[in-house]
């Protein structure tokens, strides 16, 4: 079947500009892109006037909760929320019940997500440690050859300096990244929010930033010495990406994460207690919002991932310290993203599309789906004129554990076409 996608605006890494032209596709291929086709006899023509057309995007940093929490969130209903948000692809965190620490539940979880409509664009990490304890090494070399692309143990800090220290041995041995969530648990505490003049106000324990910025300097010394790719998820202060600026000047192998929420909210919002605004590393400072945004202009950060973690209504309504950490963002982050940036010439599309579509992917060791004639057919169709409404019956997550919960937003998603098949039409 072919379909010509007709004067779109085309959005690429290379360039901040737009691109009118036409694209025509024929099964999973891309076969022509030029400022106007006129022979595409038999083709289904979509008129995408107005329309922005961008690679598919990935998201290297996402809870599925499969397997043991599917109350919350399960690999089918994840991949039905990254289609509705535009993304073609992602990779699962191990902090699941069992965690993924061993070859046997890599495949497991691997063969669910090979049922889902994005089934071969979904990765999955291995956790670094038994359990994510700290303790003992998890089965590294197992998990590689079961098809595990990143060792983490997200939610964690690896504890233990000589622990984390063969990690990254062995990850570099087996050339695969190493991510490290960093975190000074006895610096954090029973903290629920970022240390500071709004958590003494709101009586709340606090998470001083020195607990991220200690780790992150810590593990990027260990790293140094090692050799490993590490890779810093998402960073949320000033100091905590200065870090990391010095230590790629360096030349240190080290990449790092930004999270919307972290550019758009700061501890200010947490006014009246709502817990959808509770995340680990906290939301910090109007200042630290202001230079990570720099940062992600000035290209420090490499990736844009949303740390898309689903909770249970019945959780996140307890009192704001005994909630659980996390927030969605799998649906809501490009439309954001827009509303916030974007249509304000902010950021532009370029950017977008190469920290959010081309370097998750190159991170992980993956080709990008750039809209080029001889392509694959992996991109969305963006309509900045149209809203979207996070409503309940809007999001397809099992969870709605956001801040922009029944919120509307400039720009929706209008269409997503994964392997020429178009999986989403509004």
């Known amino acids: 079947m072919k379909r010509l996608y007709r004067h ?22 891309i076969i022509g892109v030029a400022p106007s086709i006129e022979k595409a006899e038999g083709a289904e023509i979509i008129d995408c006037t107005g329309r922005i057309l ?26 039905e929320a990254a289609i509705n948000g535009g993304v073609t692809g992602f990779v699962m965190m191990p902090n699941t019940a069992p965690a993924i620490d061993n070859a046997g539940v ?45 060792l983490t143990d ?15 041995e062995y990850a570099r041995e087996f050339d695969i990244p190493l991510a490290s969530h960093c975190e000074v648990k006895e610096l954090s505490g029973k903290g629920c929010m970022h240390e500071g003049k709004i958590s003494y106000a709101l009586g709340l324990p606090g998470i001083p930033a020195i607990s991220e910025e200690i780790c992150i300097a810590r593990d990027i010394r260990l790293a140094e010495f090692t050799g490993v790719h590490l890779n810093i998820q998402h960073v949320s202060t000033e100091r905590g990406m200065g870090t990391i600026k010095r230590a790629k000047d360096r030349g240190i192998r ?109 991170l992980m060791k993956l080709p990008p789906v750039p809209i080029q004639e001889g392509g694959i057919a992996e991109f969305i169709l963006f309509n900045p004129a149209r809203t979207t409404t996070f409503s309940r019956a809007f999001m397809k997550s099992k969870s709605s554990n956001t801040p922009f919960l029944d919120q509307t937003l400039q720009g929706m998603v209008e269409r997503v076409v994964y392997r020429g098949e178009e999986l989403l039409v509004r």
């Not at 605006?9 to 596709?25: G, Y």
């Not at 889902?116 to 440690?129: C, L, N, Q, S, V």
């Not at 997200?154 to 990254?168: C, I, K, S, T």
């Not at 929420?261 to 906290?282: A, Q, S």
């Open 254 to 362: 080290v990449t790092c994460e930004i999270a919307p929420h972290h550019l758009m909210f700061n501890h200010e919002h947490i006014g009246d207690y709502n817990t959808h605004y509770k995340m680990n590393p906290p939301l910090r400072t109007p200042e630290d919002n202001a230079a990570l945004l720099q940062g992600l202009k000035d290209g420090w950060f490499d990736v844009i991932a949303t740390d898309h973690a689903p909770h249970t209504p019945f959780e996140k309504n307890q009192d704001f310290a005994s909630a659980p950490f996390g927030i969605t963002g799998l649906e809501t982050a490009l439309v954001s993203l827009y509303d916030y940036y974007i249509r304000k010439d902010i950021l532009d599309w370029g950017l977008i599309v190469k920290r959010y579509s081309a370097e998750p992917r190159r």
């Open 154 to 168: 997200d939610g964690f800090p690896v504890d233990n300096p000589q622990v984390l220290r063969r990690a990254m």
């Open 106 to 150: 890599v495949r497991s979880v691997l063969e669910s997500a090979r049922r889902t409509r994005i089934g071969p664009g979904i990765y999955t990490t291995g956790a670094i440690t038994k359990g994510r304890k700290g303790e003992e090494l998890a089965g590294i070399a197992g998990m590689k050859a079961a098809g595990a692309v990143m």
């Open 54 to 79: 961008l690679p598919g995007l990935f998201d290297i940093h996402v809870h599925t909760r499969e397997p043991g929490q599917e109350d919350k969130e399960n690999i089918a209903t994840c991949a």
């Open 8 to 29: 779109a605006q085309i959005a690429s890494e290379d360039s901040p500009k737009l691109q009118t032209a036409d694209v025509l596709v024929e099964g999973d291929k």
